[in-house]
């Protein structure tokens, strides 16, 4: 879907080493999601944010933070990663701020961890 | 015990086939979602329900709200159907986060 970009789609990283991935939407809505997908998990919420400077933390949040200077990029940051943090994230937004109770989902990022 | 439970978590069919997936969850909810992602792929919403049912094209949802209950029908499956199919439940609170069925991975031969 056009409205809502995730970058990078691939990446491998190193233990210990900082790690950012942005999501990026077109629609112009507040409500932006973070989320990982594990085998034998259902997907699981990271962190998400109702608008600028405005987050909070998912079921899943640690070893993440997250930031929101505008409101079109949701970034996700793992601070020093590991390999439990292993997994394929996806960002999601909702238009519940303007009446759309629809979610759509980024394309994922497969993150490594060696 | 997980708020959503999905079955079954495999199911194979062959192409024609009617399918049903079912989808169980014990919370209170505002809406239900059913999802699909193909291998590799990203997720896409097929349908959001609060009541009754929905169809699009060959798929038709329901959902049971005092049996906390929906089902995925797909009526003359073909190959392309063949994909990790999700339900997720939203809150009824302010904060639009869903909670999510593990999958049902669905592949259809020919």
């Known amino acids: 879907d056009a409205g809502i970009t995730q970058s990078p789609r691939h990446k491998v990283t190193e233990t210990g080493t900082p790690v950012t991935l942005r999501c990026h939407q077109t629609?112009?809505?507040?409500?932006m999601y973070w989320y990982r997908q594990d085998p034998g998990h259902g997907l699981r919420l990271i962190h998400y944010?109702?608008?600028?400077?405005?987050?909070d933390k998912g079921e899943v949040s640690d070893g993440y933070s997250v930031s929101r200077s505008k409101t079109e990029d949701f970034l996700l940051t793992l601070e020093s990663a590991t390999s439990s943090q292993t997994s394929v994230y996806f960002c999601?937004?909702?238009?519940?701020?303007?009446?759309?109770?629809?979610?759509?989902f980024g394309s994922g990022t497969r993150l490594t961890v060696v | 015990k997980n708020e959503v439970e999905q079955s079954p978590q495999n199911l194979t069919a062959q192409e024609g086939e009617f399918i049903t997936i079912n989808c169980s969850y014990s919370v209170g909810i505002s809406a239900l979602h059913w999802l699909q992602q193909h291998p590799g792929g990203g997720i896409v919403s097929l349908f959001m329900?609060?009541?009754g049912k929905k169809k699009h094209g060959r798929l038709i949802a329901t959902i049971n709200i005092q049996e906390k209950h929906s089902s995925l029908h797909i009526t003359a499956s073909h190959p392309r159907d063949s994909a990790v199919y999700i339900c997720?439940?939203?809150?009824?609170?302010?904060?639009?986060?869903?909670?999510f069925g593990t999958g049902t991975r669905l592949q259809v031969f020919p």
């Open positions: 999601a937004i909702s238009g519940r701020d303007v009446g759309l109770y629809g979610y759509t």
């Open positions: 997720a439940v939203r809150r009824p609170d302010n904060t639009d986060k869903l909670i």
């Open positions: 329900l609060s009541s």
């Open positions: 629609e112009n809505h507040r409500y």
């Open positions: 944010s109702y608008g600028v400077k405005d987050t």
